[in-house]
Nanobody, 123 residues
């Protein structure tokens, strides 16, 4: 089994910074891409940023220039550095990994999710 565990959320004032971390643990898997999504109250979950295994990144327009995603493939870890935070960034942030499991053969890639970490930005 594979588990994604996030850390680093919390309460911060507008203009401040936070750094989220996510580690994928388990055995017999290979990660294609990792990323962060968020869900604010009464809103749908939305993409924040993704990074592929070869380092290609993608950001939501709302966070471009403020957030930076990075990844350590050897440690199965992804980070999200969030600067110049705004109250509208308040949400539960979820780590995502698109990965495949090896069970004698490689299964088709599937999405795995962390439990989420709360980020609250006060005005």
């Amino acid at each position: 089994q594979v588990q994604l565990v996030e850390s680093g959320g919390g309460l911060v004032q507008a203009g401040g910074s936070l750094r989220l971390s996510c580690v994928a643990s388990g055995s017999g898997f290979s990660i294609n891409a990792m990323g962060w999504y968020r869900q604010a109250p009464e809103k749908q979950r939305e993409l924040v940023a993704t990074v592929t295994s070869d380092g290609n990144t993608n950001y939501a327009d709302s966070v471009t220039g403020r957030f930076t995603i990075s990844r350590d493939n050897a440690k199965n870890t992804v980070w999200l550095q969030m600067n110049s935070l705004k109250p509208e960034d308040t949400a539960i942030y979820y780590c995502n990994a698109l990965l495949k499991l090896y069970i004698g053969y490689w299964k088709r890639p599937a999405d795995y999710w962390g439990q989420g970490t709360q980020v609250t930005v006060s005005s």
